[in-house]
């Protein structure tokens, strides 16, 4: 009994040691947000106010200063994911995850991010070089003098090397990247046209519908939108599967964004509500993180990219607010080359054979041993590297062309956007960044409201660049791009209001792109009718708008066609009295996005095919493309495409697929939720997931799914995967509301917290605020007075 009794004793204080160890082990790199520290190369010393969300206010005697500090605040709290990120735009990531991640590091040597960077920071003015080696040489100073750097280092047994320009630089490259639709979309569509035929693949190419609102509206029309025709060519593929890269670490394109911007006309206050909310795929670490800069000509707060100087995504600088949406112009084309059967390094040219551009590459893989080196070779032709062997959808012989391959003025365009004060002074600061695409929302204190559109649309001598297309020819070939003077902008217009949803801003007399959304756009129009005097909390309360479009427009001809059908009888009264609204306590919404997705697969499930479907069309990457098509045919019961190809005793019509869908629908939710269909509430199924890189071995890293509102159609967007259908996959990762009437009340988001370390209390603790839909103080005029004061003192 003795034994029992100390071998029990034993183990319960091993266990309070692991528990210790444990808390101690993750704590030790958490920095602190009071005193002083003495840092080489600063030339003043600078404050640093930090408030109760762990938000930096830096306050500096001289930019340079500035932009030093904020690259050491910003490492000491985020060092490993700007790590990831750097490795990422090196295409090194296995220095640190081995051969796991040899595949992702030949892709990413191949589109050559870096090489793009090395470019971009040549061409630099020393201005903005002395910028870009202030911030580098912050994070330095934090790489050089840490005590005890992110676990996720220790439980990997490496260190960070040495900080660069070019690792400062390459960030927007890769988020420019990241936002581009055509890079996986085009070619999905391409093996869409290869399973089916030329009048579905029309059918499923998306387009801007004609009955979706336009962010500057009916009063600013330039003409009717070009539709230019897209061509399918077939080519010979290698391919072994239907997956496709995701680029490691950064976020995947997902389309929910949206600023909303009222003047002064509508607001009861008399001056600009300003509310901006971009949406992509969560991060832990927070995707942005948030700071305020103030030295020498700059005063903002905002969101910044980790690893980069400045203010990035949104911001307020004291007189103008500004909120970016992604623009989704198709800024990118896939030409297949012609290979030369006598010397497999040139391909043809109109002209004839030309030798490729080839750059080797090395691998470095982390291995018991150390780092081994392996050589790749990348081949690049005139349309860009040839990707094939790395991106498994693209055909043989493929090669990249995009905007982003050379420099896209990213960092310049960003830092005079800071220091603008007046509308022409922003677009000034626009015309600097010829990608990523984006639409930026305007507000300033003195009333004026607008947007400018951002991107260089390719004028291609032929097609609209959908599809791939030969190469060899030169008739599809580039001849230029569609010059910043004549992209969309508004200023002032008369109805008194702008918002975007990823939708088109106005039409023009030149092709953009396909990609636009619009549902998001119709339920904004439905409000705005309404809109008098306009409040901040109406505001906030447009910005967790959750009613769906979409539902509204199903759910009357889902009743109808299924009230006949007794055992749909339980699940139709769900949505009695339903206000189409994605509440996480309504069932209704639940049954009615289970209906949707196998509305959608039932329809083109049996045209396209079960791996095009299950692998690409019904992902929420492309989600829109579906919802686009079913609101086409919605009114005609007939349509050839709701028939099922599979039968072949019987004609489907609309109403079939829809009482199939309704039965496949609550079979799923029987299965799943149980039999009550009262307890079926969204809230069970739908919740935003906030992962780790290192999240897939290390759990612990990861947050507790949160439960959420709204879904991929709603303003409140939560767009959910497939593949673990109904989670979150993309929501409001920063949000901004500005209230020119009163500054202080302004409020700022960016869930989950602004820290990277486990265990500090900033980790996680705007995550359940933002999905209660609260915000925190962005105190702009208050900054100076916040208690946590840390001195930066120049050694």
């Not at 041993?369 to 991106?391: A, C, L, N, W």
């Not at 769900?574 to 209704?588: I, Q, T």
């Not at 697969?601 to 079913?630: A, C, K, M």
């Not at 069970?684 to 439960?707: A, D, T, Y």
Request: hydrophobic letters at 40%; charged letters at 25%; glycine letters at 8%.
């Amino acid at each position: 009994m003795k034994f029992v009794k100390y071998a029990f004793i034993a183990t319960a204080l091993l266990i309070i040691i692991i528990a210790v160890g444990f808390q101690v082990f993750f704590r030790m790199p958490i920095p602190k947000y009071t005193g002083t520290l003495e840092l080489e190369g600063l030339i003043e010393n600078v404050e640093v106010r930090t408030d109760e969300y762990g938000v930096p206010h830096i306050f500096a005697q001289n930019e340079h200063d500035l932009f030093f500090a904020q690259g050491y605040i910003t490492a000491r709290e985020r060092m490993f994911q700007m790590d990831m990120t750097r490795l990422a735009g090196r295409g090194e990531l296995s220095t640190l995850f081995g051969k796991a991640t040899i595949d992702t590091d030949k892709f990413l040597k191949t589109v050559g991010f870096y090489r793009t960077a090395k470019r971009e920071y040549e061409n630099f003015s020393q201005e903005y070089k002395d910028i870009v080696i202030a911030y580098t040489n912050g994070v330095n100073a934090y790489i050089d003098s840490v005590k005890h750097l992110p676990r996720e280092y220790a439980i990997l047994k490496a260190k960070p090397e040495k900080w660069t320009v070019e690792d400062t630089v390459v960030p927007g490259i890769l988020m420019a990247y990241s936002l581009s639709r055509a890079k996986k979309t085009d070619l999905i569509l391409y093996h869409i046209a290869e399973a089916t035929n030329n009048e579905l693949l029309e059918l499923i190419t998306p387009s801007f519908p004609d009955f979706a609102p336009r962010v500057s509206g009916l009063d600013s029309l330039t003409g009717n939108s070009k539709m230019v025709r897209s061509f399918f060519n077939r080519f010979e593929t290698g391919m072994n599967d239907l997956s496709m890269n995701e680029l490691p670490h950064m976020p995947s394109e997902v389309a929910a964004s949206n600023w909303m911007i009222f003047a002064d006309s509508m607001t009861s206050t008399g001056a600009p509500i300003f509310t901006g909310s971009p949406d992509l795929e969560p991060k832990i670490p927070a995707l942005f993180y948030l700071n305020r800069l103030s030295g020498g000509d700059i005063d903002i707060i905002g969101g910044s990219i980790p690893g980069m100087p400045g203010i990035n995504v949104l911001g307020f600088n004291g007189n103008i607010a500004t909120s970016t949406v992604n623009g989704r112009v198709d800024e990118m084309d896939y030409f297949i080359e012609k290979i030369n059967p006598d010397n497999p390094n040139q391909y043809l040219t109109e002209n004839g054979y030309k030798d490729f551009e080839i750059i080797e590459e090395t691998l470095r893989i982390k291995k018991k041993t150390g780092i081994v080196e392996e050589k790749i070779k990348v081949k690049i032709s005139r349309h860009g590297p040839i990707v094939s062997d790395v991106m498994s959808l693209a055909p043989d012989n493929c090669a990249m062309m995009w905007v982003g391959n050379d420099p896209v003025g990213i960092i310049p365009g960003t830092l005079e956007l800071m220091k603008a004060k007046n509308f022409d002074e922003f677009r000034d600061a626009l015309s600097l960044i010829k990608s990523p695409t984006l639409n930026i929302g305007y507000a300033d204190i003195d009333g004026n409201i607008g947007y400018q559109y951002i991107a260089s649309p390719p004028i291609r001598k032929k097609g609209n660049g959908t599809l791939p297309v030969p190469g060899w020819t030169g008739e599809y070939d580039w001849v230029g791009n569609i010059p910043f003077e004549k992209l969309p902008y508004d200023l002032n217009p008369k109805k008194g209001y702008l918002a975007s949803f990823n939708n088109e801003p106005k039409r023009t007399d030149y092709h953009i792109t396909n990609y636009y959304m619009f549902e998001r756009a119709m339920r904004f129009e439905e409000l705005v009718e309404n809109l008098d005097n306009l409040t901040l909390e109406d505001a906030r309360k447009l910005q967790l708008d959750n009613v769906s479009v979409v539902a509204e427009r199903w759910v009357p001809i889902i009743i109808d066609s299924c009230k006949d059908t007794e055992e749909l009888n339980d699940a139709l009264a769900l949505f009695e009295g339903w206000n189409f609204g994605m509440d996480r306590n309504s069932p209704a919404a639940t049954l009615f996005s289970s209906f949707y997705y196998h509305m959608m697969g039932n329809t083109l499930r049996d045209d396209v095919g079960e791996e095009i479907w299950e692998e690409h069309l019904s992902g929420y990457y492309i989600v829109y493309v579906p919802d686009l098509l079913l609101t086409r045919i919605i009114n005609d019961n007939e349509n050839a495409l709701y028939d099922d190809i599979s039968t072949d005793d019987k004609t489907e019509t609309r109403n079939d697929i829809i009482r199939k869908s309704m039965t496949d629908a609550v079979e799923e939710l029987t299965a799943r939720l149980g039999n009550d269909s009262n307890k079926w509430e969204w809230k069970k199924v739908h919740r935003m997931i906030f992962q780790h890189p290192m999240g897939g071995k290390l759990s612990f890293f990861n947050l507790k799914p949160i439960p959420t509102d709204g879904d991929g159609f709603t303003i409140n967007a939560g767009m959910w995967d497939n593949k673990n259908t109904y989670e979150m996959i993309s929501g409001g990762v920063i949000r901004i509301i500005v209230d020119f009437s009163d500054i202080e009340k302004s409020t700022i988001v960016s869930p989950p917290g602004q820290s990277g370390h486990y265990k500090s209390p900033h980790y996680d603790d705007m995550a359940e605020l933002w999905a209660n839909g609260s915000q925190i103080p962005m105190h702009f005029l208050s900054g100076k007075e916040l208690p946590n004061l840390l001195i930066l003192k120049k050694k």
